[in-house]
């Protein structure tokens, strides 16, 4: 299974997942988002999350807002 997590590690929401995958023994790559420089309006990240909600959560082929 691939998870990927984008994520703002101070978020508490992203706190709180990162949390259960961990303790669930989920692997998981995490991409980290830096709010204050604008991460989460760059195209790239648009393109997979056009609702701009910051946590996001992406086991293929499905994705989680």
């Known amino acids: 299974m691939a998870f990927t997590l984008y994520n703002a590690p101070q978020s508490t929401c992203s706190q709180r997942v990162r949390f259960v995958l961990n303790a669930k023994g989920l692997a998981f790559e995490e991409r980290k988002l830096d709010l204050l420089a604008g991460d989460q309006l ?13 946590l996001k959560f992406q086991h293929q082929p499905m994705c989680v807002n």
């Open 42 to 54: 760059a195209p790239e990240y648009l393109a997979l999350n056009p609702s701009q909600k910051y």
